[in-house]
C-alpha cells in the first residue's frame, strides 16, 4: 500500500538547519561552547532528523526537556552531554538515569533525590546548579536571600560534588537587561564558588540563548544555549534562514454572488460576485482562528486573503482573478512559492504569536516531509 496523501504537510529543510547552525558557531565567541537545543522534538522539526546534523557540526552539548526527547537523542547515536533545561520530576530523574541526562538542580528537596541515587551506586552524569540570577524566576535559585542562600549551602553540601555546571537563564535580551542579568550573574557564580569546594575552571559556567547572541551584547558565560537559530526565526540580517514551510492544497474552487456570507456565524459578506477556493487545512492543523480577518496564503504565486472563520480542517480563499486555480493546486501557508513569500513578520502579525509557537504547532500538527536543499526566502 502506498502513504495516503497528505492534506496539509510541513516541508522541513535539514540542509538550511545546518547553514543555520554554521552561521550560530561563527558567532560564537572564542573558547566558548555551544548547546543545540532541541526541546520540543526540535521545536517541531522531528528531534531524530536534527540529532544528525548537529552531530554532523561537531557539537557535543544538546539540551532537552522530556524524557522521550532524551532517549530519541540517545537512540540517534549521540554520545556526548545531554542536558535537560528544566527542573524534574522524581519519576522522570530515575527513568532518566539510562540515557544519562544532566539534571538541573535547584533546591534541597531535589538534591536529595540525587544523593540518594548516588547512595543507590548510580554514575551521576553530572547536575547543572540553575540560579535565577536575574528575574526568569522559574527553576532557578535565587541567592538574594538568607533563605535561598542557606538552600544553596544544603544543595552544595548534598551533592556538591556532582556539580558540573552553573546556569541562569535570561528573561530578556535588551542590551541594558543583558549587561546588568550578567553582572548579576556573575556575582552569584562567585558566590557559590566561595562557598563551595568547586573549583571555576572545573564547572561549566552558562547561560545565554539564540536572542543573546544575536543581540550581539556580550556575557560571561562558557557557554550559549540555542534552539531559535537552528531554525532560523532570529536575525535574518544574518543570514538565518527559516528552517520549516507549511502547505496545503486547493480542493474545490466556486463562484458565489454579492450578498453570501462566508463561514461560520456569518462574519463576513461578499460585497461583490467573489471566485473563492477552499484549502485543506484549518485550525486543527495550525491555521489558528486568531487570524480571523487577517489570514493570507500563496496560491499560483500570489497572495490572497483568507475570508470569514477559520473552520477546523478548510479555510477558504478569495481567487477571484486568479482564472486558471483549481483543485489539487498547491496553496502556502509559510514560505515561497514562485517569487512570493510568506515570511517571519507576516506570519506572527497574522497568527498573533511567535514563531517557535508556530514552528512547533505546525510540526506536530501536519505530517513532516524532509526535503533537500537551502535556499529560501
Ligand atoms: C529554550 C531554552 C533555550 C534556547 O532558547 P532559544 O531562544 O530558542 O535559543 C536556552 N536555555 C533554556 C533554559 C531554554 O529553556
Redesign the pocket.
Known amino acids: 500500500m502506498t502513504e495516503p496523501v497528505k492534506a496539509s504537510w510541513c516541508e522541513i529543510y535539514p540542509d538550511r538547519i545546518a547553514n543555520n547552525l554554521k552561521i550560530g558557531l561563527d558567532l560564537i565567541p572564542p573558547e566558548t561552547g555551544f548547546c543545540a537545543?532541541l526541546?520540543a522534538d526540535a521545536?517541531g522539526h522531528g528531534i531524530n532528523a536534527v540529532v544528525p546534523v548537529v552531530m554532523a557540526a561537531g557539537v557535543n552539548h544538546i539540551?532537552i526537556t522530556s524524557n522521550a526527547e532524551a532517549r530519541a537523542v540517545r537512540d540517534a547515536g549521540f554520545a556526548g552531554n545531554l542536558l535537560r533545561?528544566?527542573s524534574a520530576t522524581p519519576v522522570e530523574i530515575r527513568d532518566a538515569l539510562q540515557d544519562r541526562v544532566q539534571e538541573q538542580v535547584s533546591s534541597p528537596e531535589a538534591a536529595q533525590i540525587f544523593a540518594k541515587l548516588a547512595q543507590e551506586g548510580h554514575p551521576n552524569p553530572g547536575l547543572h546548579l540553575a540560579l535565577n540570577a536575574d528575574g526568569m524566576s522559574r527553576d532557578g535559585l535565587e541567592l538574594s536571600t538568607a533563605e535561598g542562600q542557606q538552600a544553596c549551602l544544603r544543595i552544595l553540601d548534598l551533592v556538591g560534588g556532582h556539580i558540573a555546571g552553573i546556569?541562569t537563564?535570561f528573561p530578556s535580551n535588551t542590551p541594558e537587561d543583558l549587561r546588568h542579568s550578567d553582572q548579576r550573574f556573575q556575582a552569584d557564580v562567585s558566590w557559590v564558588i566561595e562557598h563551595s569546594r568547586l573549583k571555576r575552571t572545573d564547572v561549566l559556567v552558562h547561560a545565554g540563548?539564540?536572542?543573546t547572541l544575536g543581540s550581539r551584547q556580550p556575557v560571561t558565560t562558557d557557554m550559549y544555549?540555542?534552539?531559535?537559530?537552528l531554525y532560523g526565526i532570529i536575525n535574518r540580517e544574518l543570514g538565518f534562514r527559516p528552517t520549516i514551510e507549511l502547505k496545503a492544497h486547493i480542493t474545490n474552487v466556486g463562484s458565489y454572488p454579492k450578498g453570501s456570507t462566508i463561514g461560520y456565524d456569518r462574519a463576513v459578506t461578499l460585497d461583490q460576485p467573489r471566485r473563492l477556493a477552499n484549502v485543506s487545512l484549518g485550525y486543527a492543523n495550525g491555521f489558528g482562528r486568531d487570524s480571523f480577518g487577517r489570514g493570507e496564503i500563496l496560491i499560483r504565486g500570489q497572495k490572497v486573503p483568507i475570508l470569514g472563520k477559520i473552520s477546523m480542517n478548510t479555510i477558504i480563499a478569495d481567487v477571484t482573478g486568479l482564472t486558471e486555480v483549481q483543485s489539487g493546486d498547491e496553496a502556502v501557508v509559510f514560505g515561497q512559492q514562485g517569487q512570493e513569500c510568506i515570511d517571519i513578520v507576516r506570519s506572527e502579525h497574522q497568527f498573533r504569536t511567535i514563531m517557535?509557537d508556530l514552528f512547533v504547532d505546525w510540526g506536530g500538527r501536519s505530517p513532516r516531509v524532509y526535503l533537500p536543499g537551502t535556499a529560501s526566502c
Open positions: 537545543v526541546k521545536y539540551g533545561l528544566r546556569c537563564h540563548s539564540s536572542l544555549r540555542c534552539g531559535a537559530l517557535a
